[in-house]
């Protein structure tokens, strides 16, 4: 009697958590296209005329750097070309060679000046692009987790990247799971 007490307590506790796992709900996966989101948002466009004016001011002052550079280089032809002339004496010609060496060197740290800065302004610049991105998407991703939980999704999923063979990791996502308006609506 009490082995059978107890096989059928043991049975009801294993049909007790059946019961339990059956009645978990079914999963609610929803999709979320970040990348659309990403380029459609007002502060993306206001952050990339802002980063264009920058690259143009930067090419301007490139170009007054390439400017220096060539005045340098014609006053060191110039002095090349002084010093081949058969008029001057040693004194004058060792003078004008030294001045054109000099020259030379500034030149040369001309050139390091621009390599340094383009450098320095692409790095600069590919820094601001990855900082706001990861900001921006931070911030989308918070509103499109809030908006998944509203419409009670156990799941959200960015259907914008692509696998590793560079295709998307989505062939199909029925609009009706896909928040990306609801999101864009909110943001």
Do not use: W
């Amino acid at each position: 009697m009490k082995t059978i007490r107890n096989s059928l307590c043991v049975l009801l506790a294993l049909g007790a958590s059946a019961l339990g796992l059956v009645a978990q709900p079914a999963p609610k996966i929803l999709v979320v296209d970040m990348a659309t989101l990403y380029d459609g948002h007002y502060k993306t466009q206001e952050q990339m005329v802002k980063l264009q004016a920058d690259e143009e001011k930067a090419q301007q002052d490139l170009e007054t750097l390439n400017a220096e550079g060539n005045t340098l280089v014609k006053e060191y032809q110039e002095l090349a070309d002084q010093a081949k002339n058969p008029a001057l004496s040693d004194d004058a010609k060792n003078k004008i060679g030294e001045d054109a060496q000099r020259k030379l060197e500034q030149i040369q740290g001309k050139q390091n000046e621009v390599q340094n800065f383009r450098t320095n302004i692409q790095r600069s610049l590919q820094t601001r692009i990855q900082t706001f991105r990861s900001l921006m998407l931070e911030e989308i991703g918070k509103v499109a987790a809030d908006v998944a939980k509203q419409k009670g999704a156990t799941l959200l999923i960015d259907k914008s990247g692509p696998s590793m063979i560079g295709i998307s990791n989505f062939l199909y996502v029925d609009p009706g799971y896909d928040i990306t308006p609801d999101v864009a609506a909110v943001i």
